[in-house]
Nanobody, 126 residues
């Protein structure tokens, strides 16, 4: 059974940092790209960042460039994708989701994901 489990969300003041993790299990995730998405109340789910299976290729939404960093650890026992978020702003408040897609080098569209996590809440206070 494939599972993507996010953790690391919480409440932080503007200017602060959070580190989100996505633990993937249930199969081998080689040849999968991962992506982070977010959804604020009343808004559509939007792309944040994506990383290839090898970790060599990354891509960010404009609002994330320079503030967020995506990385992955393809350890033999775990497959973990991390989103380091710095200089957080109140407008970053949303539920953040991890997702995976097979056979592609990136995942930028929510409609393309094969697997989703349950999400983790990030709240940035002003």
């Amino acid at each position: 059974q494939v599972q993507l489990v996010e953790s690391g969300g919480g409440l932080v003041q503007a200017g602060g940092s959070l580190r989100l993790s996505c633990a993937a299990s249930g199969r081998t995730f080689s040849s999968f790209a991962f992506g982070w998405f977010r959804q604020a109340p009343g808004k559509e789910r939007e792309f944040v960042a994506t990383i290839s299976w090898s970790g060599e290729s990354t891509y960010y939404a404009d609002f994330a460039n320079g503030r967020f960093t995506i990385s992955r650890d393809n350890d033999k026992n775990t497959d973990t994708v991390v989103l380091q978020m710095n200089s957080l702003k109140p407008e970053d408040t949303a539920v953040y989701y991890c997702a995976a897609i097979y056979g592609y080098t990136n995942l930028r569209s929510p409609g393309g994901a094969d697997y989703w996590g349950q999400g983790t809440q990030v709240t940035v206070s002003s």
